[in-house]
């Protein structure tokens, strides 16, 4: 299991410090998601047991994602929440069992103890990211999903932060006046 200190190790004085991340997160199998609670301390990883692994599992199981395997195993329903609590999201975990993002969410929402909910409110914007999502948003050519691709953010974070900044995100609705006659 990798520690926070060993990955800023390898960050500092790097160029591309998020490609070096997705090479930690190939080189021991973590999702970049994990990898990046583990810098911000919000995850304590617990590697999973052996023969839990998501290689192993894909292998094991030569069923499409997708396709109607029937009822859940109590293992499946076990190594969901594992995978869970380690901070897999469910598009991860789905890929991990072979089954559909909403087959997971089903599973999830019938075992509601094993799956507790996330708080997390999103990320802390900084003011160079607000001033640059400001800027992008102020040109009317650039989308929405445009600016949270490159900010890499969340549309729901961006709209969160449109919220609580009206007047540096003013609405895009076009305005007509209706004309006198």
Not at 19 to 28: F, V
Not at 59 to 72: L, M, Q, T, V
Not at 135 to 151: F, K, V
Request: charged share 35%; net charge positive; proline share 4%.
């Amino acid at each position: 299991m990798i520690a926070k200190d060993e990955i800023l190790a390898e960050l500092d004085n790097t160029p591309e410090p998020e490609k070096k991340l997705h090479e930690i997160a190939a080189r021991t199998r973590l999702p970049v998601m994990v990898i990046r609670k583990i810098l911000k301390g919000l995850v304590t990883v617990v590697p999973p047991e052996r023969g839990h692994d998501n290689t192993d599992r894909v292998a094991e199981s030569h069923i499409e994602k997708g396709a109607n395997r029937g009822r859940w195993s109590d293992e499946d329903i076990q190594y969901m929440a594992e995978c869970w609590n380690r901070g897999a999201d469910i598009c991860e975990i789905a890929e991990a069992v072979c089954r559909s993002e909403k087959a997971v969410r089903g599973a999830m929402q019938r075992n509601r103890k094993l799956f507790p909910r996330r708080h997390e409110r999103g990320r802390i914007w900084s003011p160079e990211e607000i001033a640059r999502a400001a800027d992008m948003w102020s040109d009317r050519d650039i989308t929405e999903s445009e600016i949270c691709n490159a900010l890499h953010r969340s549309r729901s974070d961006f709209y969160q932060l449109r919220a609580e900044n009206r007047k540096l995100f003013p609405s895009r609705r076009n305005t007509y006046r209706r004309a006198e006659t």
